[in-house]
Protein backbone atom coordinates (compact mmCIF):
# COMPACT_ATOMS: atom_id res chain seq x y z
CA UNK A 1 0.00 0.00 0.00
CA UNK A 2 1.78 2.99 -1.29
CA UNK A 3 2.01 5.94 1.56
CA UNK A 4 -0.78 8.65 0.31
CA UNK A 5 -3.23 5.73 0.61
CA UNK A 6 -2.03 4.98 4.54
CA UNK A 7 -2.80 8.72 4.82
CA UNK A 8 -6.01 8.62 3.84
CA UNK A 9 -7.27 5.85 5.89
CA UNK A 10 -5.88 7.31 8.73
CA UNK A 11 -7.54 10.98 7.88
CA UNK A 12 -10.76 9.23 7.24
CA UNK A 13 -10.45 7.00 10.70
CA UNK A 14 -9.55 10.51 12.82
CA UNK A 15 -12.45 12.03 10.71
CA UNK A 16 -14.88 9.06 12.21
CA UNK A 17 -14.18 9.46 15.54
CA UNK A 18 -15.17 13.69 15.95
CA UNK A 19 -17.64 14.58 18.87
CA UNK A 20 -20.21 12.05 19.81
CA UNK A 21 -19.12 9.15 17.67
CA UNK A 22 -21.04 10.79 14.79
CA UNK A 23 -18.76 11.98 12.26
CA UNK A 24 -19.33 15.62 10.42
CA UNK A 25 -18.65 13.82 7.11
CA UNK A 26 -19.80 10.20 7.23
CA UNK A 27 -18.25 8.12 4.86
CA UNK A 28 -19.79 4.32 4.28
CA UNK A 29 -17.17 2.22 4.32
CA UNK A 30 -18.63 -0.17 1.70
CA UNK A 31 -18.51 2.78 -0.65
CA UNK A 32 -15.14 3.41 0.52
CA UNK A 33 -14.01 -0.07 -0.75
CA UNK A 34 -16.04 -1.28 -3.42
CA UNK A 35 -16.83 2.16 -4.67
CA UNK A 36 -19.33 4.34 -6.04
CA UNK A 37 -22.42 2.27 -7.42
CA UNK A 38 -22.91 2.88 -11.20
CA UNK A 39 -25.78 5.42 -12.21
CA UNK A 40 -28.89 3.41 -12.21
CA UNK A 41 -27.48 0.40 -10.63
CA UNK A 42 -28.60 -0.82 -7.24
CA UNK A 43 -26.02 -2.90 -5.55
CA UNK A 44 -26.89 -6.52 -4.08
CA UNK A 45 -30.79 -6.68 -5.73
CA UNK A 46 -29.91 -8.92 -8.44
CA UNK A 47 -29.72 -7.69 -12.32
CA UNK A 48 -32.15 -5.34 -14.26
CA UNK A 49 -33.57 -4.15 -10.67
CA UNK A 50 -33.74 -0.25 -11.18
CA UNK A 51 -34.42 2.28 -8.33
CA UNK A 52 -38.21 3.28 -10.47
CA UNK A 53 -38.84 -0.53 -10.41
CA UNK A 54 -37.75 -0.93 -6.52
CA UNK A 55 -40.19 2.24 -5.84
CA UNK A 56 -43.05 0.54 -7.56
CA UNK A 57 -42.81 -2.79 -6.13
CA UNK A 58 -42.11 -1.34 -2.24
CA UNK A 59 -45.33 1.11 -3.20
CA UNK A 60 -47.15 -1.89 -3.85
CA UNK A 61 -46.90 -3.91 -1.20
CA UNK A 62 -46.91 -3.35 2.60
CA UNK A 63 -44.44 -5.88 3.60
CA UNK A 64 -41.07 -6.33 2.13
CA UNK A 65 -40.22 -5.72 -1.18
CA UNK A 66 -38.92 -8.09 -4.15
CA UNK A 67 -38.47 -7.94 -7.39
CA UNK A 68 -39.81 -10.99 -9.36
CA UNK A 69 -39.52 -10.43 -13.18
CA UNK A 70 -42.39 -10.74 -15.21
CA UNK A 71 -40.80 -14.42 -17.38
CA UNK A 72 -39.95 -15.97 -14.26
CA UNK A 73 -43.18 -15.59 -12.58
CA UNK A 74 -44.93 -17.01 -16.04
CA UNK A 75 -42.50 -19.83 -16.11
CA UNK A 76 -43.41 -20.80 -12.43
CA UNK A 77 -46.64 -20.06 -13.14
CA UNK A 78 -47.01 -22.56 -16.18
CA UNK A 79 -44.56 -25.07 -14.09
CA UNK A 80 -46.91 -25.17 -11.28
CA UNK A 81 -50.01 -25.52 -13.38
CA UNK A 82 -48.48 -28.03 -15.01
CA UNK A 83 -47.78 -29.98 -12.46
CA UNK A 84 -51.38 -29.34 -10.69
CA UNK A 85 -52.52 -30.81 -14.22
CA UNK A 86 -50.42 -33.99 -14.27
CA UNK A 87 -51.21 -35.20 -10.67
CA UNK A 88 -55.48 -33.81 -10.86
CA UNK A 89 -54.79 -36.83 -14.75
CA UNK A 90 -53.56 -39.11 -12.50
CA UNK A 91 -56.05 -39.04 -9.24
CA UNK A 92 -59.00 -38.96 -11.93
CA UNK A 93 -57.27 -41.90 -13.85
CA UNK A 94 -57.01 -43.90 -10.52
CA UNK A 95 -60.10 -42.33 -9.51
CA UNK A 96 -62.46 -43.39 -12.44
CA UNK A 97 -60.02 -47.24 -12.75
CA UNK A 98 -61.40 -47.82 -9.42
CA UNK A 99 -65.42 -47.02 -10.03
CA UNK A 100 -65.31 -49.03 -13.52
CA UNK A 101 -63.36 -51.97 -11.05
CA UNK A 102 -66.34 -51.44 -8.46
CA UNK A 103 -68.90 -50.92 -11.45
CA UNK A 104 -67.76 -54.44 -13.24
CA UNK A 105 -67.48 -56.27 -10.23
CA UNK A 106 -70.84 -55.61 -8.88
CA UNK A 107 -72.39 -56.58 -12.19
CA UNK A 108 -70.55 -59.44 -12.50
CA UNK A 109 -71.49 -60.44 -9.41
CA UNK A 110 -75.29 -59.71 -9.77
CA UNK A 111 -75.07 -61.91 -12.84
CA UNK A 112 -73.64 -64.57 -11.17
CA UNK A 113 -76.37 -64.29 -8.39
CA UNK A 114 -79.05 -64.43 -10.91
CA UNK A 115 -77.80 -67.27 -12.59
CA UNK A 116 -76.91 -69.52 -9.49
CA UNK A 117 -80.25 -68.29 -8.51
CA UNK A 118 -81.33 -69.95 -11.59
CA UNK A 119 -79.90 -73.36 -11.23
CA UNK A 120 -80.91 -73.38 -7.94
CA UNK A 121 -84.05 -71.58 -7.29
CA UNK A 122 -84.54 -72.86 -3.29
CA UNK A 123 -80.77 -71.10 -2.80
CA UNK A 124 -81.10 -67.61 -1.66
CA UNK A 125 -78.53 -65.43 -2.93
CA UNK A 126 -77.57 -62.04 -2.62
CA UNK A 127 -75.58 -60.21 -5.16
CA UNK A 128 -74.04 -57.76 -2.40
CA UNK A 129 -72.93 -60.48 -0.17
CA UNK A 130 -71.31 -62.47 -3.06
CA UNK A 131 -69.41 -59.16 -4.28
CA UNK A 132 -67.81 -58.25 -0.57
CA UNK A 133 -67.09 -62.79 -0.27
CA UNK A 134 -65.38 -61.92 -4.01
CA UNK A 135 -63.43 -59.04 -2.55
CA UNK A 136 -62.23 -60.20 0.75
CA UNK A 137 -60.03 -62.97 -1.42
Same mark, same amino acid.
Not at 119 to 126: E, F, G, S, T
Given at each position: ????????????????????? *??? +??????????? =? !?????????????????????????????????????????????????? *??? +??????????? =? !????????????????????????????????????
Amino acid at each position: MDKARIEEIASQQAGEHVEGG *ESS +NPVDPFEAIMG =K !DPKGRLRLYGRGVVASTLGKVSARSSGASVYVPEELLKSIKEDVAAQLRS *ELR +NELKTQVTQEV =K !DHWATAYCQTMAHQLKQLHPRLDINAEALRRLATAT
